[in-house]
């Protein structure tokens, strides 16, 4: 299972960024997807998941500003989440995850990170 993150990039406080994930695997194969992030001097944090049945998550900080959407084919999921409001505190690097269900279960995946960097 691959995970390929896209997306991020640099905005100023108050804008919007839409980060991408698109994991190489059949949905009936994952339990949850979401997102974590590595925000400087802080731990990895989750940021927002969504499940099998579309229950999604979200990290306390998020306060109604995140959106984290869910696509499919085949044996392609496509994550998505839409960051509105970005303020200064959300620059890091953010981390797409999925965890495996039936011939996956008791696996993660992760993907490669991508920057997001929001200006004051």
């Known amino acids: 299972v691959q995970l390929q993150a896209s997306g991020g990039g640099l905005v100023q406080a108050g804008g919007s960024l839409r980060v991408s994930c698109e994991a190489s695997v059949s949905i009936f194969n994952i339990h949850v997807m979401g997102w974590y992030r590595q925000t400087p001097g802080k731990e990895r944090e989750l940021v927002a998941s969504i499940n099998g049945d579309s229950f999604t998550n979200y990290g306390e900080f998020v306060k109604g500003r995140f959106t984290i959407s869910r696509d499919n084919t085949k044996n392609t999921v496509y994550l998505k989440m839409q960051m509105n409001e970005l303020e200064p505190e959300d620059t890091g690097v953010y981390f797409c995850?999925?965890?495996?269900?039936?011939?996956?279960?008791?696996?993660?995946?992760w993907g490669q990170g991508t920057q997001v960097t929001v200006s004051s």
């Open positions: 995850y999925a965890d495996g269900a039936r011939a996956l279960r008791g696996r993660s995946f």
